[in-house]
C-alpha cells in the first residue's frame, strides 16, 4: 500500500496550498449561508468527492430546487450544479488570483439561484484580507494539486475504514475549510465542558469525543499527517504508547502508511477546531493507534443520543456571536 501513498510538504507546495485552501474556503461561506443549521456546525462541512471538494446540496435562496458548488481538482475548475441539471464552470487556472475567481463564481452562483451573500472574511488563516479581494493568492500548480488530492483521498479512505465499526453517534469524513483537513469525530455520548468559550469551541466541542484526521501541513507544521485527539483529554495521552510501535520514517515528507509518525504538537490557532488537543500520529497499521481514554464505552456499547452542541435545552440554535459560522 505504501507505494499508493504520494510525498507531501507543505513548503514544496506552499503557493498552490494556500490558494486552493482560500478556494475552499468559498465554498464553506456559502454552505454556512445557506445550509440549515446542524449540531456540532456539521451544515458547515465540505466533503471530499471523487472529483474535489464540494459543498452538500444547498437549497436555492430563489426556491428553484438545489446546487452543489465543487472544486474540480482534476479539471481545475469550479463547478455550480443546479438539480434541474444547469452547470456553469469557473477556470482555476492558470494561476488565477483568489479574488477574481471568488467573485465570478459568487456571481455566477446568483445567476442560477438568486441573492446570496457571505461573510469574505477568511477563517483561520495568516492573511486577512476578504476573499473577493484577494490578489495575493494567485498560484495554482496542477501538478501540485494532484499530488495533493491523491494524498487526501488516500486519507480520507482510512478515515472512512476507521470510523466504518463504531456503532455510536460519528460524523462522517468532513472536509474542514477553515483548517484545511479531514476528520471524523467520535463521541461517548456524554457531555464535556467546552475547552473555551470561543463560538467554535462552544459549539462544535461540549461532549466528549475522540477525533482522528489528516492534515496536509501548514506553516506550523510542515509535513503531512494524521493526528488525534480526545476531549477532554486523559492527563496522559499525549505520551501515550502506540501500538505497533512508532518508527521515524526517512523521509520528513512521506505520507506512507509504513513510516509511523508520532509527536505533541503545540498549538498555535486557538480557533483551530481544538488543535489544543491535537496528537499528529500516522502509524503502520493505518491509525489504529489511538489509546481510548479512561472509562470511555467501548464502541459496541456506545449511546448514540447526547445532547446537541450549539441547541439550547428549549431547541434553540446559539449562534450568537458567529464571525462566520464555520470551524
Known sequence: MSSQWRALSY?????TCD??????????????ALAPPEPELQHAALRLSARGWETAPLP???????????????GHEALVEHSDGRTRRVALAPDRAVGDVTRELLDTVRSLVGAV?????????????????DDEHASYDPAEVASYFAAATRAA????????PFRGRSTPVNAWWGSFDLAVNLFSGLPADPPSEDFIMRNAMDAQEVAIGWWPGDPHYADAAFYAYAHPAPAD???????????????????GTTSARAHSR??????????????????ASGIRCLRRPPKE??????????????????????????PAGAR
Open 297 to 322: 464505552p467501548r464502541p459496541r456499547s456506545c449511546d448514540s443520543q447526547r445532547r446537541r452542541p450549539g441547541l439550547s435545552s428549549a431547541g434553540r440554535s446559539d449562534r450568537a456571536g458567529d
Open 117 to 133: 451573500e457571505i461573510d469574505p472574511t477568511p477563517q483561520e488563516v495568516p492573511w486577512t484580507v476578504p476573499l473577493d479581494e
Open 11 to 15: 513548503e514544496q507546495w506552499r503557493a
Open 60 to 74: 436555492a435562496p430563489d426556491d428553484s430546487g438545489a446546487f452543489v458548488v465543487a472544486l474540480d481538482l482534476h
Open 157 to 164: 479512505l482510512v478515515l472512512a475504514a476507521f470510523r466504518a
Open 237 to 255: 495521552f499525549a505520551s501515550a504508547r502506540l501500538s505497533p510501535g512508532t518508527q521515524r520514517s526517512a523521509s520528513t515528507s512521506s505520507t
Open 266 to 283: 503545540t498549538p498555535t490557532r486557538s480557533s483551530s477546531r481544538a488543535r489544543c488537543f491535537a496528537t499528529p500520529v500516522l502509524c
Open 19 to 32: 490558494t486552493l485552501h482560500a478556494h475552499t474556503q468559498v465554498l464553506g461561506k456559502l454552505a454556512v
